[in-house]
């Protein structure tokens, strides 16, 4: 097995996507019905940060996943989207980011450029 998969085992294991012995748990499974940062989306739903939203608020924070900047400025972000706050869902998004993104760099695993997410004009690595 060569380092980049041993790291990326590693990673899998750390978020409990495997168990021990390598086997795949129901994260894992979620995860791999995702085409794009499946890690931080399955978190997301097996945090429960989803649930408290409404369906336009769920939008907008998947957006975030696969949102592509084609334009210099920022785009607008209604009022009620604006607020950030450790405690509220973008806090809780945040987190879990940082967790998995803690985890990879622990393995040695490296994110490739547009695989960054970008959170509230912050983008996370």
């Known amino acids: 097995?060569?380092?980049v998969n041993f790291c990326a085992l590693q990673v899998l294991r750390g978020?409990?996507?495997i168990d021990a012995s390598g086997t795949v748990q129901l994260k894992g499974r979620v995860a791999c019905e995702m085409s794009n940062h499946e890690l931080i989306i399955t978190e997301l739903v097996f945090?429960?940060?989803l649930t408290r939203l409404h369906p336009t608020e769920i939008a907008a924070l998947l957006s975030c996943v696969v949102f592509e900047q084609k334009r210099c400025t920022e785009?607008?972000?209604?009022p009620d989207l604006e607020t950030v706050s450790s405690d509220g869902v973008l806090g809780t998004v945040q987190f879990l980011v940082y967790r998995t993104v803690s985890c990879k760099r622990r393995s040695h695993v490296q994110d490739a450029p547009q695989d960054l997410v970008q959170f509230s004009g912050t983008k996370v690595k």
């Open 1 to 3: 097995m060569n380092k």
């Open 15 to 17: 978020l409990q996507y």
């Open 47 to 49: 945090e429960s940060a």
């Open 75 to 78: 785009p607008k972000l209604a």
